[in-house]
């Protein structure tokens, strides 16, 4: 399984932006997928999760409420809609796929990675 994703940039604090993961391959529907972020200096985190069948996720704390997390099988790809960005969600952006269709909050669990997407929120 290949992972491309798209649509990082430069925002204002207070705007939006849409991430996009495109996979390759048969078997993205059976697959767990997240989103982590890696900030300058700092050690990739977990963003959000989302189940096989897109009916469950689950999201770190500090971005409940702003960011949602989605699927579409048909098409291959999970997005990831950030809103109300921080300063602080500055980071590179990584989505990354699970054979276990629950996904999860820890990065080891993943199997494929994407390249990441630079997201970059100016104060």
């Known amino acids: 399984v290949q992972l491309q994703a798209s649509g990082g940039g430069l925002v204002q604090a207070g705007g939006s932006l849409s991430l996009s993961c495109a996979a390759s391959g048969r078997m993205f529907s059976s697959y767990g997928m997240g989103w982590f972020r890696q900030a300058p200096g700092k050690e990739r985190e977990f963003v959000a999760t989302i189940s096989a069948n897109g009916g469950r996720t689950s999201y770190t704390d500090s971005v409940k409420g702003r960011f949602a997390i989605s699927r579409d099988n048909l098409k291959n790809t999970v997005y990831l809609q950030m809103n109300s960005l921080k300063p602080d969600d500055t980071a590179v952006y990584y989505c990354?796929?699970?054979?276990?269709?629950?996904?999860?909050?820890?990065?080891?669990?993943?199997?494929?990675w994407g390249q990441g997407t630079e997201v970059t929120v100016s104060s």
């Open positions: 990354a796929g699970s054979t276990l269709s629950n996904g999860g909050i820890y990065n080891n669990i993943y199997d494929y």
